[in-house]
């Protein structure tokens, strides 16, 4: 097989699978609504839900299922769902994975979850966030689940084909923070472009970035948590540039959607707490498709991401995501 028939089949794969992944977390999202939401606390405090277990577990049984067995670092495992206390959450777990794959049972479930997990310094490999935004999921808001082929470029791990489903997005509404239904999905790889299509079917379209040029008003999508972001130095720098209008606030990697179709002018990532990188999961996938949008992406420092260092992309220091000339001026800011 050549590479174009790899990358093709990476892609059809990817797409397959999370478009699967959706239907689990709407599952577990119905079961949530009844049930009040049972998290278990992670060491970071952020809540996971049956719905991270569920879509993950979906999504490394689909991969391994149209490609064989590869690498995938996942952001969940199976270690919480083993411990007797979580037998509900675990039940709960295989009800919202039924929705995606009919007779599924625990054990199938949690040996997809223990699947080892990869590290990109090791070689290529998948990058998977199976709820991107857990805590707008929990709130009812925005999340995504985001798929992402690790490759290495230029001596750096890079996303390939990627793939990101916002199931409560609709980049084309007046608040696209706003959740909406039925969703979208949209999928890239390199030099092949960035395409978008409803999660209810249909016609997909091209993804194309605003030709952003010195004097048009800058629109930012900034994190909904104030804690993910210093949300104030974003606008303060915008605001060196140009005009700006009313941030969008949205969680999970739906922001770069927004940036890749137009709606927004930039992404920024500025981090609260210089000692926490980003993680690899979090920003692969959107990555990608914004830059087949037309947009560069780099940090702070104007660096380009490296997603090679392991789970987080420790060589950088926040985000940017804009078109090319809107970046530029956003870096030159950030230095003065
Ligand atoms: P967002 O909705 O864009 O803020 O992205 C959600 C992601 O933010 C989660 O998947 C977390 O990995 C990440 N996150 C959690 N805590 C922080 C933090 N203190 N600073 C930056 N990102 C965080
Ligand atoms: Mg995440």
Request: with cysteine.
């Amino acid at each position: 097989m050549t590479r174009d028939d790899w990358s093709t089949r990476r892609q059809a794969a990817a797409f397959a699978a999370v478009r699967r992944a959706v239907l689990a977390t709407q599952a577990a999202r119905a079961l949530i609504d009844r049930a009040a939401s049972e998290t278990i606390a992670k060491d970071d405090a952020s809540p996971v839900t049956i719905a991270d277990f569920a879509s993950q577990a979906i999504v490394v049984r689909m991969l391994a299922h149209l490609l064989g067995a590869a690498p995938i670092l996942g952001e969940e495992s199976d270690t919480a769902l083993r411990d007797e206390a979580h037998r509900a959450i675990l039940d709960a777990v295989v009800a919202a994975a039924d929705a995606a794959e009919e007779g599924i049972d625990a054990e199938e479930i949690l040996e997809a979850l223990a699947t080892p997990k990869a590290d990109p310094r090791n070689g290529p490999c998948w990058a998977l966030d199976p709820v991107d935004g857990t805590k707008g999921f929990l709130r009812g808001g925005q999340y995504a689940i985001a798929l992402a082929w690790i490759a290495g470029e230029n001596g750096r791990g890079t996303p390939a084909e990627s793939v990101i489903a916002s199931p409560a997005l609709d980049p084309t509404a007046a608040d696209p923070a706003t959740p909406s239904s039925p969703g979208v999905i949209a999928v890239a790889a390199p030099r092949s472009g960035a395409r978008i299509a409803s999660l209810a079917g249909g016609e997909s379209a091209a993804l194309v970035a605003h030709d952003w040029k010195r004097g048009d008003p800058i629109r930012l999508a900034l994190s909904f948590e104030r804690a993910h972001g210093d949300a104030d130095s974003a606008v303060t720098l915008a605001r060196r540039i140009g005009e700006t209008f009313e941030p969008f606030r949205l969680d999970s990697c739906s922001k770069y959607l927004l940036v890749a179709n137009g709606r927004a002018d930039a992404y920024l990532r500025i981090p609260r707490d210089a000692t926490r990188a980003e993680c690899v999961w979090d920003h692969a996938a959107g990555v990608r498709i914004a830059m087949e949008s037309g947009c560069t992406v780099c940090d702070l420092r104007g660096e380009p991401l490296d997603f090679g260092r392991g789970p987080t992309l420790s060589a950088n220091v926040g985000i940017v995501v804009a078109p090319p000339r809107l970046a530029e001026a956003l870096v030159a800011a950030a230095r003065a």
